[in-house]
């Protein structure tokens, strides 16, 4: 794997995300370094007063110990000791060099506290922590000084106000770019949401001025998308409306011409074209079906209805599946792509099968089942297209207008469902109306 694949991979695709971890690091760069910055002056300003003490300390007990009795100085041990600090009598036990330079700086204040007065101080064998300052009194008695070098340390209770600091701006930083990103994120939703067809919701102008404007150019947008479809379907019907008495009267002279093939010919074009207009005209229609009151209807008795009324013709139309409850519907609507899709199985199968799925937790699902010849996988979605045909169907007897499942795809959008087609194994074409229950 490339080095940009692991980039792409590594940051986060959300914006939110990539914000947040901008600021984040930013945050934790800028308290590193003040709490770097803090800890060293901290360090530097106790050192200097840790080792200021010390000489203090040093050149008092010194000299207290060196104006004492021999016999009584055993007794000011104790008393010159303190903390990691301890005074004895003798020549110590420490043999080592001196490795850290914390060590060092604790040699070069000892000797500064004993001036001229001769002293050696090494590390203990294994600990270069421990160190002893060996130096001789002016009777000849050798003393040492005991040290136990503790390393810096934070206060607790520092760590715990920049800890809190941290959270807050942390906090501060994550509601910050919640707010930033929230109009994005209502605007994205706003256009998955967007249908040409319907009245969707405005969506609300007042925040920042930079988010009211772009809330105010996308109402725009959408009310000019509005009225460019109903623009559209109007002109449609319009044409197809008109077209229908010129046809009618043409249809009529030829039934008074002499029979021939060409009249056979023209009338068979007249009819073609009439088909056409009509399917124009429900295609206009259809764009506005969303004007029919939903009402609660028994879907299965629905489907029953359907299917009987195909029968009663004598097509071959079954129904099967899942006994499905009532169901929010605009009936017409259903009836209308139910019955597109039932035409077009017929069409190019010659039967159907209406098949119900029902499966708790889950959509409800109409099938429309053929085993015609199907539809090539790369057009599945081309064929939901107005005026779209298949090649291989470009003939007057199964060409059709390329309307039919145009418009059950519409129509489909105004009941609140999905249109799906796909090959069935074995061959035919599976038509899927997935109902929100």
């Not at 420490?94 to 007065?117: E, T």
């Not at 029979?259 to 023209?266: I, V």
């Not at 599946?321 to 259903?334: I, K, M, V, Y």
């Not at 007897?397 to 145009?406: E, F, S």
Request: net charge neutral; proline share 5%.
């Amino acid at each position: 794997m490339t080095a940009s694949v692991l980039r792409r991979h590594a940051w986060p695709r959300t914006l939110v995300a990539r914000l947040f971890l901008i600021f984040l690091a930013g945050l934790l760069l800028a308290y590193g370094l003040s709490f770097a910055s803090l800890f060293y002056e901290r360090y530097s300003a106790t050192k200097s007063m840790m080792l200021g003490d010390l000489e203090r300390d040093v050149a008092i007990a010194m000299d207290i110990l060196d104006r004492l009795p021999a016999d009584e100085r055993p007794a000011w041990l104790a008393r010159l000791s303190s903390g990691s600090r301890e005074y004895r009598l003798g020549n110590g036990e420490a043999d080592q060099p001196l490795r850290l330079d914390a060590a060092r700086g604790v040699a070069q204040s000892i000797q500064a506290a004993l001036g001229s007065r001769p002293v050696a101080i090494r590390a203990m064998a294994g600990d270069p922590r421990h160190i002893q300052a060996r130096a001789v009194l002016s009777d000849g008695q050798p003393a040492v000084l005991d040290i136990h070098l503790s390393a810096m340390r934070p206060a607790p209770w520092l760590v715990v106000v920049l800890a809190v600091q941290l959270i807050l701006l942390v906090g501060c930083a994550w509601l910050a770019v919640r707010l930033a990103v929230r109009p994005l994120t209502r605007l994205a939703r706003a256009a998955e949401e967007l249908d040409p067809n319907a009245k969707s919701p405005l969506l609300s102008e007042r925040g920042p001025a930079e988010v009211a404007r772009a809330a105010a150019a996308f109402n725009a947008m959408q009310e000019r998308i509005a009225a460019h479809v109903a623009e559209r379907m109007q002109m449609l019907g319009a044409i197809s409306h008109d077209l229908q008495t010129p046809l009618t009267r043409m249809k009529l002279r030829t039934e008074f011409m002499e029979e021939s093939a060409d009249r056979d010919k023209f009338a068979q074009d007249l009819n073609e074209v009439e088909r056409l207009v009509r399917e124009g005209i429900d295609y206009a229609r259809s764009a506005h079906g969303n004007v029919e009151t939903p009402v609660r209807v028994e879907l299965h008795a629905f489907l029953e209805s359907l299917v009987y009324d195909y029968q009663d013709t004598g097509k071959a139309v079954t129904l099967s599946g899942a006994a499905a409850g009532p169901l929010l519907t605009r009936p017409h609507a259903l009836r209308r792509v139910l019955g597109n899709l039932v035409d077009n199985a017929l069409k190019f199968a010659g039967a159907a099968e209406i098949r119900v799925d029902v499966q708790e937790g889950a959509p409800l699902s109409v099938f429309v089942l053929d085993r015609g010849p199907g539809i090539p996988e790369h057009e599945l979605d081309a064929v939901l297209q107005p005026f779209y045909r298949l090649e291989s169907s470009r003939n007057r007897d199964t060409g059709g207008t390329g309307l039919g499942l145009a418009i059950a795809q519409q129509l489909a959008v105004v009941v609140g469902a999905k249109l799906i087609l796909s090959n069935r194994d074995g061959g035919g074409l599976s038509a899927e109306l997935r109902l929100a229950r």
